[in-house]
């Protein structure tokens, strides 16, 4: 064989061998505002937090390539079903009215809904029906919008994100902000913020938390759940958790 015949059949080689290496990739988006499970990380301006872990976690399980893309909370589903990301998580809480839009994957977390007050107010606010009438802080499209939402007559002003709805809780804008517990639990530890206070007593609602993709989608649904079967079996998923949640 010519010199030149051996470098084309290397090439060629190399080329299939960059084929059968290459890994499919999975475009995820999250909402990265929402610690401990979505959060960008003030040193490295990465996307860090538990869903990250998960996702990459669950990546490397059924060799796919992950790439998060950071996106606001109420544009993951339309995203998703516009096919612009092939998945998304974000602290989503599996309900109906979602379940008609998306596929939801086995949960990987659950979580319930609780009310953060000011420090002032501890004692004044102890269950969701002590804010009847009251204004309460949320984030859009959020769980805890639509719990605030059933309750009677209160005046639910939305954010973008949990860091603002925070903010106006502590001018006084509002009597409470609600989301998910180890949202609320996990801001306080990481701030030290002596201005607010988590009401125990308030969580309600425990529900699952799911990965979302486009219900066109149920190859790609599969990996995803036969990789989080896999990471919880090999203990891959408690490591992640200890690591989030057991600070």
């Known amino acids: 064989m010519s010199f030149s015949k051996s470098l084309l059949v290397a090439a060629v080689l190399a080329t299939v061998s960059n084929f059968a290496l290459a890994k499919d990739k999975m475009v995820v988006g999250t909402e990265p505002t929402f610690a401990p499970f979505d959060f960008v990380d003030d040193k490295s301006n990465e996307i860090i937090g538990f869903d990250i872990d998960v996702m990459k976690a669950i990546g490397d399980a059924v060799d796919m390539d992950v790439q998060m893309q950071a996106m606001q909370f109420d544009g993951l589903i339309p995203a998703v079903l516009s096919h612009s990301i092939d998945a998304a998580i974000s602290g989503m809480t599996k309900n109906p009215q979602r379940e008609k839009q998306v596929l939801f994957s086995d949960p990987y977390y659950v979580a319930a809904q609780g009310m953060m007050v000011r420090t002032a107010d501890l004692g004044k606010f102890?269950?969701?029906?002590?804010?009847?009438?009251?204004?309460?802080?949320?984030?859009?499209?959020?769980?805890?919008?639509?719990?605030?939402?059933?309750?009677?007559?209160?005046?639910?002003?939305?954010?973008?994100?949990?860091?603002?709805?925070?903010?106006?809780?502590?001018?006084?804008?509002?009597?409470?902000?609600?989301?998910?517990t180890p949202?609320?639990?996990?801001?306080?530890?990481?701030?030290?913020?002596?201005?607010?206070?988590?009401?125990?007593?308030?969580?309600?609602?425990?529900?699952?938390?799911?990965?979302?993709?486009?219900?066109?989608?149920?190859?790609?649904?599969?990996?995803?759940?036969?990789?989080?079967?896999?990471?919880k079996d090999n203990g891959t998923y408690q490591k992640i958790y200890d690591k989030w949640f057991k600070q």
């Open 126 to 180: 102890k269950v969701m029906d002590d804010l009847k009438g009251k204004p309460i802080c949320v984030q859009i499209g959020s769980v805890g919008a639509n719990i605030a939402q059933g309750i009677e007559n209160a005046n639910v002003i939305t954010y973008n994100t949990m860091p603002e709805a925070y903010m106006e809780l502590k001018k006084g804008v509002c009597d409470a902000a609600i989301t998910g």
């Open 183 to 231: 949202v609320q639990q996990f801001y306080l530890v990481q701030t030290q913020d002596k201005d607010l206070a988590y009401v125990e007593e308030s969580a309600v609602n425990a529900a699952d938390l799911g990965i979302i993709t486009n219900k066109s989608n149920t190859a790609l649904m599969e990996k995803i759940n036969a990789g989080l079967k896999t990471i």
